[in-house]
């Protein structure tokens, strides 16, 4: 048996301990941090409906309607008329025949890819995938075939030796430590040639893009074409818990087998009432999904500038690319002590070598505050010697 305290040791001597940083009021643009205001640019809080008025009025409503709890699992007593709501309003918003909530997004990924994969199978999931879809792969008893980040080829060549066995292909639509997006188009043709299931993950994508916030498969026009979407209450949705869309049948079949669905609590009322009115704001105010792609650009063009290697894609998520761990998070330290909290990103959450810091921003943000915020990462980027160029604007200027 190894000593706890070495292994932390171990952690530290590797850059890679975390600790825990304590944030005062609701996910706005400011906070305290650790008692110290910063300019926040990790919350997944993207239409600053965690906080808004009406959500938080449906929560307290809610709870003193039908309580804190829901007291049991859904199959036992816990099925509740928010729950039911909700998921006839889900299943609708993203064109679907059917919904079911989960506990969270975590739960929802591990138990249906386990229970749509089975021995025997192969499930074929992105090397860049949420955390929750590899342990929904190790909990099935299905072979994993690890395709190359966004690797059509490569999925391709994997599908065709898996000769028939093929189940399922699961992959982020968002991809939630890079913000670039899934070939979804082509993860449709090659499911439907290889007769294989397709889950595809919205939980970065849901509220974010897409008509209406509906999610980067409704962008590609795919709804429907994708066999099960999964989305989260807890990002733009500003709540807690989770859900996936299906047919009837499939929904059948999770309620059935799908362990976290089954032997887990069913989400507290105040969370699906919060949700469901987060879900009415969305469809009623569409524009703040704009505001959020409007500031996105924004904090993306300015890091650029900076002559920071801001990572690929167009979303709200931006990932400035460092490489060490150590270094990005002396990076994200000097940052916060001028104000600027963008949380950094080490192994095993991204692969060795590729640690990053991490911006998302919200609709609710300023573009000044943005602007101000890319200056300091700039700065300190240069004094930390982790770019040495001049900024990219200043040449323009000059030139
Ligand atoms: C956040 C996230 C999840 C987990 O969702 P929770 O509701 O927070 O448990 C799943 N998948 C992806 C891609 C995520 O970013």
Redo the contacts with the bound molecule.
Sequence with gaps: MTDIGDRLEELRGKGLHRRLRLVSGPQGPRVLLDGNPVLLLCS?NYLGLADHPRVRTAAAEAAMRWGAGAGASRLISGNMKPHQQLEERLAEFKGYERALLFG??????SGTIAALARQGEVVFSDEL?????VDGCRLSRAETFVYRHRDVEHLAWGLREAKGRGSLIVT?S???MDGDVAPLEDLVRLARHHDCRLMV????ATGAMGPGGRGAVAAAGLSGEVDVV?G????ALGS???YICANGEIVDYLINTARSFIFSTAPSPPSAAAALAALELLESHPHRVDQLRANATVLRKALSAEGLAVGGGQTQIVPVMVGSAARTMELCERALERGVFAQGIRPPTVPEGSSRLRFTVMSTHRSEGLLGAAKVIGETARELGIVSSTPASTELMAA
Excluded: R
């Design positions: 997944n969270s997004g975590y739960l929802a990924n995938n949420h955390a929750s879809i982020d968002v991809f939630s993950d919205e939980a970065h999964v989260t209450l807890g990002k807690y818990g989770a």
